[in-house]
């Protein structure tokens, strides 16, 4: 009768490490490869948050606002759905004064392109 309790002992270590590794996967997942102009676009917004400078903010939303009407053209020259939902969501961050957490997202995404 003594096992039940080291069976639930066991289980309930096993679930408590199962927490554990999502938690840790969910925590440094990141954005993933992206095109080279998004890269651009990350880095220009990184140093406009650096600067917390508004004026360059506001020139990278209008060049993403342009990218949306830009003539097809050679897909490694265009920045895809997701990541210009990525960088909108940058730029949100940065006129809502978070410049910190902007500028980390910004960095991060760029962070993700280094291949080791």
Do not use: H
Request: charged residues 25%.
């Amino acid at each position: 009768m003594n096992q039940t309790p080291l069976t639930a002992k066991v289980i309930g270590g096993i679930l408590l490490s199962l927490f554990i590794a999502v938690g840790i996967f969910w925590a440094t997942r990141g954005y993933g490869k992206i095109s080279p102009n998004g890269y651009d676009y990350a880095t220009a917004l990184y140093g406009a948050c650096l600067a917390k400078s508004e004026p360059r903010i506001a020139r990278v939303a209008i060049m993403l606002e342009q990218e949306q009407s830009k003539p097809t053209g050679d897909p490694i020259d265009r920045i895809s759905q997701r990541e210009r939902g990525w960088l909108e969501g940058i730029v949100q961050l940065a006129r809502q004064d978070q410049w910190e957490r902007a500028a980390k997202m910004a960095r991060r995404m760029m962070e993700d392109q280094v291949e080791y």
